[in-house]
């Protein structure tokens, strides 16, 4: 969990209904799509559309447990609203959220239809300096160089991206793009509140995929050198036995 250390708390302490994530994780500053099936979890979501909108995501610690206990949720997570909700023909629910601010669970409240909690919003340290700019280049270079190497992502996330001007918004913004990073590391990327922090670990992480996918592309390079050889040698061996019944 966060360091106490190195938190830092805003004084707004909300009430808010909560809803446990399976492998997944929505960051502040992203929009993301949501399939909701537990009744709990529609419940949750029926209780913040009937008032601010707003809802608590937390990722589970397993995602296979199907009804998880306070101890199997992660205490921090990001407090979003919901843009859209629409129930589908099979009972379930599909809802568009988007992350504002992390907060960290202080208490569970009572409510037998879902998870209601009590928690604090988490603000950030403001680094608004020289490195703090040199950062931003330089992890924005580093992503320009990850999607000319990584087909899956779009070239138009790098005009998105390049004009983001904000750490903390810039790091956020990145992590749902970092298809291989696994959960754990993700959460620990949430519960960072230090931007200059956040952004280092990410370009971190950018920089070993890169290597990873040059070294990917040797191996296709030289795997496919090796099969036109080996084709061409068959070509050549079929001929020459050809000629030789002849």
Known sequence: MTDEKNKVETNRAVKIPLLPLRELLVFPSTVVPLFVGRDKSIQALEHAMATNKEILLCAQL????????????YEVGTIATVLQLLRLPDGTVKVLVEGQKRAEIKSYIDSEDFFYVEARELSEKDTNTLESEALIRTVKMAFDNYVRLNKRIPPEMLLSISQIENESKLADTLVAHLANLKLSDKQALLEEIDPQKRLEEIYGYIQSEIEIMRVEKKIRARVKRQMEKNQKEYYLNKQMSAIQKE
Not at 62 to 73: C, F, G, H, L, V
Request: aromatic share 0%.
């Open 62 to 73: 397993k995602a296979k447990t199907n009804d998880p206990s306070q101890d199997e949720i």
